[in-house]
């Protein structure tokens, strides 16, 4: 009986590190999405909006200088809303998501970040 209880330990503790390397594994995935945003989102995301308040300069939105800066200060502020602003101005879309095997990433970061996004 002393056997197979210690058998039962040994596949449970095995079982568990199996899950603990899939955390882990994730989570590496996780940050290296992150990471994409900023390397490859941001610069796309700054570039629409200085295009976008140039073009809709006038005497209502002067879009000046220091209202170019907050909007590209309150858009990079976080991950998640440099990815809401790419998916509004249509950088990428839902499709770019699933190609790239980051839709659920993309609730992840959602989710851990809603209170840093704009509705």
Do not use: C
Not at 66 to 92: M, V
């Amino acid at each position: 009986m002393g056997i197979i209880v210690l058998e039962i330990i040994v596949v449970i503790a095995v079982l568990f590190l199996i899950w603990l390397i899939w955390q882990f594994i994730r989570a590496k995935r996780f940050t290296q999405f992150k990471r994409q945003i900023f390397r490859e989102l941001k610069p796309k995301v700054i570039e629409s909006i200085v295009v976008e308040m140039a073009e809709t300069r006038d005497e209502q939105l002067p879009n000046s200088p220091a209202h170019q800066e907050a909007t590209i200060h309150y858009w990079s502020a976080s991950a998640g809303r440099i990815l809401q602003a790419a998916l509004k101005r249509e950088i990428i879309d839902e499709q770019w998501l699933k190609e790239t095997g980051n839709l659920r990433n993309t609730q992840h970061l959602f989710h851990i970040e809603r209170d840093k996004l704009h509705r």
